[in-house]
């Protein structure tokens, strides 16, 4: 497994691979890896014969009041855990080198960015396409997984990779989630004893509103207003929000029918955990 920290060392070496006929396919990261970013590396096992997986704690993705400065890093554990995977590369820059002085470039995907986790996190999907713009130009993968955990980051990136006509193929991957139901999540280290035991609320609120779309509840007003009662029972914590939409157009659903994508994010303490779940089968 190779770490590659430089920008033009990685531009050589996906070269090298796409000349000798390689399919190459990445996994960006933030770092700090659990099962939920090893399910993607594996997901993408056999999907083509390179494997780059990047970590990259990304500036601009992070408002000025959130958590970039202790955002949890280990690079040493996240080394070891890719190599037991078995992946090929590891590409692992530092902010200077994306970032460096007078950087003024940034992409922007309007509407989808601005709804949800944009609301509360002006400028975070502002960041997000511009650094996997920057990976996919740097990696040149002609694969990238990315998990549903986060939908509405799939959601702008398969938009953003339509627009500037990237090409690379978007795939994505399942929520894995601890025993309780809880969504794995780099933060979840950051909830304290109490919180972690309340944490699986957020699940069953998910779990109650897929009960009631399937009883034939159409009204989403209904939903929010139970997921909102069972939420508010966890102490110390706030909704952001809770949102009941498309899950190609986040664009807010009327009356329950066809696919709907349940997705919230709440306060516990100061830290924030979204999670979702995309509701199947219902009667047009
Ligand atoms: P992050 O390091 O949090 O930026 O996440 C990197 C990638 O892993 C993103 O595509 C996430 O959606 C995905 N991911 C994070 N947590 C999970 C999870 N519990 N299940 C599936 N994918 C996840």
């Not at 069972?230 to 498309?246: C, H």
Request: proline share 6%.
């Amino acid at each position: 497994m190779r770490v590659v920290k430089q920008i033009p060392e990685m531009q050589t070496l996906s070269k090298e691979f796409r000349n000798s006929g390689k399919t190459i396919g990445l996994v960006p990261t933030m770092g700090y890896l659990h099962e939920g970013h090893m399910s993607l590396m594996r997901n993408l096992r056999d999907q083509c014969q390179v494997r780059v997986v990047s970590i990259f704690v990304n500036p601009t993705q992070f408002g000025p009041n959130e958590d970039l400065a202790k955002y949890p890093r280990d690079f040493d554990r996240d080394k070891q855990l890719c190599r037991e995977e078995k992946v090929d590369v590891i590409f692992y820059p530092s902010s200077q080198k994306m970032y460096p002085p007078h950087y003024h470039t940034y992409i922007q995907v309007e509407n989808l960015s601005e709804v949800m986790c944009g609301r509360s996190r002006p400028g975070h999907f502002r960041g997000v396409a511009t650094v996997v713009a920057k990976l996919f130009n740097i990696i040149n993968p002609h694969i990238a997984i990315f998990g549903e955990k986060d939908y509405q980051q799939v959601v702008v990136i398969r938009q953003m990779v339509n627009d500037l006509n990237f090409e690379v193929q978007i795939l994505t991957s399942p929520i894995v989630r601890e025993t309780d139901g809880l969504a794995m999540s780099s933060r979840n280290k950051y909830l304290t004893a109490a919180e972690r035991k309340f944490a699986p609320v957020l699940y069953q609120s998910l779990l109650e509103a897929e009960k009631m779309c399937q009883r034939g509840i159409q009204n989403p007003a209904e939903i929010v207003e139970k997921m909102t009662a069972l939420l508010n029972k966890i102490p110390q914590s706030r909704i952001d929000y809770i949102s009941l939409v498309r899950p190609e157009t986040l664009t807010p659903v009327e009356k329950i029918q066809g696919q709907v994508l349940v997705a919230l994010a709440v306060y516990l303490g100061s830290t924030r955990l979204i999670d979702n779940i995309i509701i199947k089968g219902l009667l047009k």
